[in-house]
């Protein structure tokens, strides 16, 4: 919160000095959600107002190469991940190379996640695909950890005869509050997670006139646990590596994406002096957009994770924690319907209903909640209306 | 797939034209695609580039972008609302008529946008729309 007020303050100085050379943007979003058979968004599966979303941006020129840009969000998305105010970004956006067929942009500062379709703005409802995102690949207990970066971060763009190539790279770490903890660890852990580093890189291309999409992305991320008081959980290390591929195509009434991702994640120690896990899960979503006219859109989506691709089913889980955890943690699918509709200039609604098949993009992560949380099945509905400027 | 470059030249009925400061005569698809995706943000001189563009119901403007910059309109609003979010950059200017995109063209160092052929900015320059390499 202190870097938050920080930021304000800072935006405030700046407006009062030179008011005609900032820009602002800010949105507002609110909506209903409900699902009843899981604690996704709540305990009791009751009809939930936690779907709240408030930003506000500014950005000032400093000089024709400087810029200075911050955005700060209140979000509250009930258990998916801790509601509050937060400094989404403040950077230094310096444009190093600009010549007409190659760009170069370096950023120093709390920089988003460029890498993937819709990281750069998950919490901007009205630039996104759905209301709840792919938890395969936007897994929302993990949101403040793979956006937030504190770092540096390199984004280049060159035209070529084949086509136009963007590649970003990115080197930092996130600052995790003790609550995010608990979203990870469950209740029990009293001790603080740290993020060592996050290293990403990713390139994608256009093929010239086409208005197909391609990219690929690497994620290299360590984190380090220091045990609490009356901790359940002792000291220990986890490193997560990502491959992703991401996809796009758009034609005047339609739209396909689709996002593709292998990921381990190796622990030590953590739950005991010996313990070692290391895990290789897949997953990944297709979304397919019709378009019925400029404020109409309907679509379609199947998401599917598994968290160990040698163990799709779960079963090894369940048979280690002697049946605690039923083998429907181990994996996760979502099939989706909505619809969005622009009814008024920067004014949208949209309405999506899941089906979903598994428990394993529930929070906590390490230990779930496998007590109150049953079921292999359950499903989930939501609408969200939302304004920007 | 968009409107293929063969065609591009027949197709055009929009002229882009710039401010006088600006030291180019001629860009690439490729090129004004970033320009107008507010993706390049300086002249090769180091001068800002200011973009001004229709409002996105305008017939014209979507004939610009599906011809010119070979994007869906949508798309567009999508790379801009992408960098306004996310702090990367701005969206465009935006005007309503004719009249206020010669105004702000000749007006405004480093402006870029686009008119109909059968208007003229007489104090701005003409770009050559060539093709990609």
């Known amino acids: ?389 | 797939m968009l409107a293929s470059n063969v065609s591009l030249a027949q197709q055009i009925s929009i002229q882009v034209y710039v401010n006088q400061t600006v030291p180019v005569t001629d860009l690439t698809p490729a090129q004004l695609r970033r320009i107008f995706t507010m993706r390049q943000t300086q002249w090769p001189n180091g001068e800002p580039i200011k973009v001004v563009v229709f409002k996105s119901q305008d017939p014209l403007h979507q004939q610009f972008a599906k011809n010119v910059l070979q994007l869906f309109p949508y798309q567009l609003e999508r790379i801009w609302n992408r960098l306004i979010y996310s702090g990367q950059g701005e969206r465009p200017v935006e005007v309503d008529s004719s009249v206020q995109m010669q105004r702000f063209i000749s007006t405004h160092p480093g402006a870029i946008g686009y008119m109909p052929v059968t208007d003229t900015i007489n104090d701005a320059h003409l770009i050559h729309v060539r093709e990609d390499k």
């Open chain 1, 1 to 389: 919160m202190s870097k938050l007020r920080l930021a304000l303050s800072l935006f405030m100085v700046i407006n009062m000095t030179q008011a005609e050379e900032i820009n602002w943007h800010g949105f507002i979003a609110q909506g209903l959600i409900q699902a009843k058979d899981s604690s996704f968004i709540n305990k009791d599966g009751d009809i939930s107002t936690e779907l709240t979303e408030v930003g506000i941006n500014a950005s000032y020129q400093l000089s024709p190469e400087l810029r200075l840009s911050g955005q700060a969000v209140y979000l509250n998305g009930g258990n998916r991940y801790p509601d509050g105010a937060r400094l989404d970004y403040l950077f230094f956006d310096w444009s190093a190379i600009t010549e007409l067929d190659w760009q170069l942009n370096v950023h120093i500062g709390r920089y988003k996640n460029y890498h993937w379709l819709f990281s750069a703005t998950r919490d901007v409802p009205h630039t996104r695909p759905s209301i709840i995102l792919p938890q395969s690949i936007y897994f929302d207990a993990f949101r403040d950890i793979a956006l937030g970066t504190d770092g540096i971060a390199l984004k280049g763009s060159y035209n070529s005869q084949a086509g136009e190539f963007d590649f970003n790279w990115s080197y930092g770490s996130t600052d995790m509050p003790h609550q995010q903890t608990q979203y990870l660890f469950g209740e029990f852990a009293t001790g603080q997670i740290s993020n060592e580093y996050d290293h990403k890189a990713s390139l994608y291309f256009r093929p010239l006139d086409t208005t197909f999409l391609a990219g690929i992305n690497v994620i290299d991320s360590r984190f380090s646990y220091q045990q609490g008081a009356n901790d359940a959980f002792m000291d220990g290390k986890a490193s997560v590596q990502r491959v992703m591929l991401h996809l796009r195509y758009d034609s005047l009434n339609w739209s396909i994406m689709s996002e593709l991702m292998q990921e381990r994640v190796v622990y030590d120690q953590l739950l005991y002096p010996t313990f070692h896990s290391d895990t290789f899960s897949q997953g990944g979503y297709v979304q397919f957009n019709y378009h019925h006219n400029d404020a109409v859109q309907s679509f379609v989506r199947l998401d599917m994770v598994d968290l160990d691709k040698d163990n799709r089913s779960g079963s090894q889980r369940e048979q280690l924690s002697g049946g605690l955890i039923p083998s429907y943690y181990g994996f996760m699918d979502d099939a989706v319907a909505g619809l969005h509709w622009q009814f008024a200039t920067d004014w949208k609604l949209t309405m999506e209903y899941h089906k979903i098949k598994g428990r394993g993009r529930l929070a906590p992560v390490i230990i779930p909640d496998f007590a109150n949380d049953t079921g292999k099945y359950w499903d989930m509905w939501a609408a969200q209306i939302m304004y920007w400027f």
